[in-house]
């Protein structure tokens, strides 16, 4: 049973903060390059952000670059983005994926999907 799942998501109002979890269970994360996807009704999956497993770069979306940060816990098997200075066009679904070692733009090049997590940035 290999699962991804978020977990974070809510309500909040613009200029708020939310953290994001991307969890693990059946298979180590630290092993897979894990990207942040976000979809909003009506709209393509939107990359977000990304950690790579084997040097641990990071990459952002310019939509979110300065306000969001993606982290990794390995002991925690969880990867993690923080949400900054939310705005109403920030609201979506978001998925977190697994994808070997890389860090590819695009959602096709991931294997593995969590369920998704709704934000909601109020206007």
């Known amino acids: 049973q290999l699962q991804l799942v978020e977990s974070g998501g809510g309500l909040v109002q613009p200029g708020g903060s939310l953290r994001l979890s991307c969890a693990a269970f059946?298979?180590?994360?630290?092993?897979?390059?894990i990207g942040w996807f976000r979809q909003a009704p009506g709209k393509d999956r939107e990359g977000v952000s990304c950690?790579?497993?084997?040097?641990?770069?990071?990459y952002y979306g310019d939509s979110v670059k300065g306000r969001f940060t993606i982290s990794r816990d390995n002991a925690k098997n969880t990867v993690y983005l923080q949400m900054n200075s939310l705005k109403p066009e920030d609201t979506a679904v978001y998925y977190c994926?697994?994808?070997?070692?890389?860090?590819?733009?695009?959602?096709?090049?991931?294997?593995?999907w969590g369920q998704g997590t709704q934000v909601t940035v109020s206007s």
């Open positions: 994926g697994a994808q070997g070692v890389g860090c590819p733009p695009s959602p096709y090049e991931y294997v593995y």
């Open positions: 950690i790579s497993s084997s040097d641990g770069t990071t």
């Open positions: 059946g298979f180590t994360l630290d092993y897979y390059a």
